[in-house]
């Protein structure tokens, strides 16, 4: 059982290079997250999905772009890498039934140079 | 006031004591509660949700006390691999879509 996969693991970009950061979730959750976690502070909501077709912002959705054509996908795009995006990337989901909780992908670590 | 709070701690304990945390929430319709637990770097990971009459799983307890408006993480027996980041997580009712994390309340046990 999968679970939420991410990828890439790791990724060193330069200034104002694009990339696109993959979560994959076979658990068939209609509600997908990205967060992303800086040294020694807590979880920060960039993007999130309700269903396929459905995205709305976070807390810091700037830099960032998403889409959700598939119930399973979850890519979050960077335009142009800024050394502030410089971050771990966290993919979550979870079902859309009450009282279920978050599962959460192993991470993206993305230092931007 | 933060809508979901905790100590940052660290707590520092030895091996085989008995640890707790409390984390508050501000929002009175909050109705999911869960315990998460994250290693250093790494994803974090569910260790339990909360119930209203509480509910236990080997070493560690949880509790909610809705009229306070606080849960609780109770550890025994605390091994040197239960130290680290205990984060708080609640969800309000009503198809709210977005969990709170607290900022984590950091464990560590030493021999």
């Known amino acids: 059982n999968a679970g939420v996969t991410q990828t890439p693991k790791f990724r060193i970009l330069k200034i104002g290079q694009s990339m696109t950061l993959q979560c994959t979730q076979d658990?068939?959750?209609?509600?997908m997250y990205w967060y992303r976690q800086d040294p020694g502070m807590g979880l920060k909501l960039i993007y999130y999905?309700?269903?396929?077709?459905?995205?709305d912002k976070g807390e810091v959705p700037n830099g960032y772009n998403v889409s959700r054509s598939t119930t399973e996908d979850f890519p979050l795009r960077l335009e142009l890498a800024a050394p502030s995006q410089t971050s771990v990337y966290f993919c979550?989901?979870?079902?859309?039934?009450?009282?279920?909780?978050?599962?959460f992908g192993d991470g993206t670590r993305l230092s931007i140079l | 006031r933060k809508e979901v709070e905790q100590d940052p701690g660290p707590f520092n304990v030895p091996e085989g004591a008995t640890v707790a945390f409390n984390c508050t929430y501000s929002?009175?319709?909050?109705?999911?509660f869960f315990w998460y637990r994250q290693d250093c770097r790494k994803e974090p990971k569910l260790l339990m949700s909360?119930?209203?009459s509480g509910n236990e799983d080997g070493r560690f307890t949880a509790q909610l006390n809705r009229a306070s408006q606080y849960i609780s993480l109770l550890i025994r027996d605390s091994k040197l691999s239960d130290s680290a980041t205990y984060l708080c997580?609640?969800?309000?009712?009503?198809?709210?879509?977005?969990?709170?994390f607290g900022r984590g309340t950091s464990l560590i046990v030493h021999p």
């Open positions: 979550a989901s979870r079902s859309g039934q009450g009282g279920q909780p978050q599962h």
């Open positions: 658990m068939n959750h209609n509600y």
């Open positions: 999905s309700v269903g396929a077709g459905i995205t």
């Open positions: 929002n009175s319709a909050s109705q999911s």
């Open positions: 909360v119930y209203s």
């Open positions: 997580v609640v969800t309000l009712s009503g198809g709210s879509y977005i969990p709170t």
